[in-house]
């Protein structure tokens, strides 16, 4: 009896500490190899990109990107590149490294229907003659597309609406400057934000963020 009883608060007192640390470790991604649905998937990306106003402090601090009504094809593309190294930022690379072909696919397909309504191709707000200049400078839109919503591939990102703090801080690490924690490689953007200077980045980002998208932040509880 009393043999049981002690066995029984060993027992109690091994509970509680787990629940303590799984508690204290809370904030940690879940372990992707426990995640099988779409679901459980995301319930590690919720924290950041489904967290409206939720910032990030690295390398300034900026609203992290929405995600949600992307376009697919793009969100793989981007989650290769973290995994592969083209993209630098470390978070998303951690992240990244432990995620399947399968889990990126499911992933984008699940944040890419999170869309709001299309968008119309003209966009509502004209651009200053300063930041018109700019636009035509580098041709953004024949990329990018009507609105800066429909891009000529999917595998290019959708950019109207995004926040333009997040847009600012992805144009100038195309720029790859002498710093590998941040940077993004990639042959287009690469030449294209060199062709600027960071106030004109800013000024680009500022115009673009400020239209109507289709992404937006889509809060989700993690216990559904
Ligand atoms: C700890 C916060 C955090 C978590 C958790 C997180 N992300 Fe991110 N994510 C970020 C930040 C910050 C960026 C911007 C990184 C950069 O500057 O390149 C980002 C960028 C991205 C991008 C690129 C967006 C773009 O417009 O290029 C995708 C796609 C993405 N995350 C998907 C995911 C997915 C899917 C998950 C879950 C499996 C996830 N993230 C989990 C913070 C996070
Ligand atoms: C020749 C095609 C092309 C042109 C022109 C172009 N882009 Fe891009 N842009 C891309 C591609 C492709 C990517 C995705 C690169 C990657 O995988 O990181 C991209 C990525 C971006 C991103 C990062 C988005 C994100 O969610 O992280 C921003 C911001 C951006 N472009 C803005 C611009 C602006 C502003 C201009 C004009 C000054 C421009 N682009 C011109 C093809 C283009």
Known sequence: MTRTIRLLSALVVACATNLVFAQAAAPAPAAPAAATTVEAKAAMCIG??????????????????????QSAKYIVAALNGYKNGDRKHP???GIAAGLTE????????????????AVADKPAREPSPQVAALLQKAACASCHGANFSKPIDP??????????????????????????????????????????????????????????????????????
């Open 102 to 117: 399968q889990d990126m696919a499911d992933l984008a397909a699940y944040y890419e229907k999170q869309a709001k309504p």
């Open 155 to 224: 595998g290019y990102p959708k950019i109207a609406g995004q926040h333009a703090d997040y847009l600012f801080v992805a144009l100038k690490a195309y720029k790859g400057e002498p710093n590998n924690v941040v940077g993004r490689t990639n042959g287009v953007m690469g030449g294209i934000s060199k062709q600027f200077t960071n106030a004109e980045l800013k000024a680009l980002a500022q115009y673009v963020g400020s239209l109507e998208g289709e992404m937006q932040v889509k809060p989700q509880s993690r216990f559904r």
């Open 91 to 93: 978070t998303m690379r």
């Open 48 to 69: 950041c990109h489904s967290i409206p106003g939720y910032q990030s402090s690295f390398p300034e601090v900026h609203r992290v990107p929405m995600i949600s009504g």
